[in-house]
């Protein structure tokens, strides 16, 4: 079953606005990671949080998380057309290099 | 760095046929993980290895499938038979260090399978 639920499933703005997507997660974290996926092509890691900070940001990017509610958020400031892609949330538990825990995506359309 | 490289880019089959998937990760990295992606389940991580060794296969559908890392410099994903349901892309993705769950994560550009 999958860990992260992103939300929305998809996410029309104008650019220039700015995007926030959420992310849900059901059991305990190491920490949280932000991927980007364009279509066709393979993930890009975005930015990461560990379950004991509370907001990160990098760039544009501002992520933040509340492991009490066990949600995340990205933020993007300002959006351009090359923004359009799928945003996932994906999730450690830790005690190793293992494998991550993905979520179903954002789809995000920024219209010029 | 030329990155995670996957052969072939696409691959299309016929049920029944074997089918083999190949990966090579960024040189020095120690963690390789292969991952399925699908519009019904999304993605899944399908087994991963640390130091060349299968750590967790749990996420493995099936027998049909299997998948190994003779060196540090090169992984397949097998399926044999195929079925018309394996359709996906499967993704290869390498890390740099084991034991550091909070590594990024280095994906390939995909091997989109299609099985008629």
């Known amino acids: 079953s999958q860990q992260g639920e992103e939300d929305p499933q998809a996410l029309s703005i104008q650019e220039g606005e700015n995007a926030t997507m959420n992310c849900s997660y059901k059991t305990s974290i190491n920490n949280l990671q932000w991927y980007r996926q364009n279509s066709g092509r393979g993930l890009v890691h975005l930015i990461l949080?560990?379950?004991?900070?509370r907001e990160k940001h990098s760039g544009r990017l501002r992520v933040t998380l509340d492991t009490s509610k066990k949600s995340s958020s990205l933020l993007i400031t300002a959006s351009r057309a090359a923004d359009t892609a799928s945003y996932f949330c994906a999730t450690g538990s830790g005690g190793g290099a293992d494998g991550l825990t993905f979520g179903k995506g954002t789809h995000l359309i920024i219209q010029p | 760095d030329a990155g995670v490289i996957q052969s072939p880019r696409h691959e299309v089959t016929e049920m029944g046929q074997e089918v083999t998937l190949r990966c090579k990760p960024i040189?020095?990295?120690?963690?390789l993980f292969w991952y399925r992606q699908t519009m019904m389940r999304g993605l899944e991580l399908l087994i991963y290895?640390?130091?060349?060794?299968?750590?967790?296969d749990s996420g493995m559908p099936e027998d049909r499938f299997s998948a190994k890392m003779p060196n540090a410099s090169f992984s397949t994903l097998k399926i044999q038979p195929s079925e018309p349901r394996d359709s996906a892309v499967y993704f290869c993705?390498?890390?740099?260090?084991?034991?550091?769950?909070?590594?990024?994560?280095?994906f390939g550009p995909g091997t989109r399978l299609t099985v008629l």
């Open positions: 949080i560990r379950s004991n900070e």
């Open positions: 993705a390498s890390s740099p260090r084991w034991g550091r769950s909070t590594d990024t994560q280095y």
């Open positions: 040189s020095g990295h120690n963690s």
């Open positions: 290895f640390n130091n060349n060794v299968p750590i967790d």
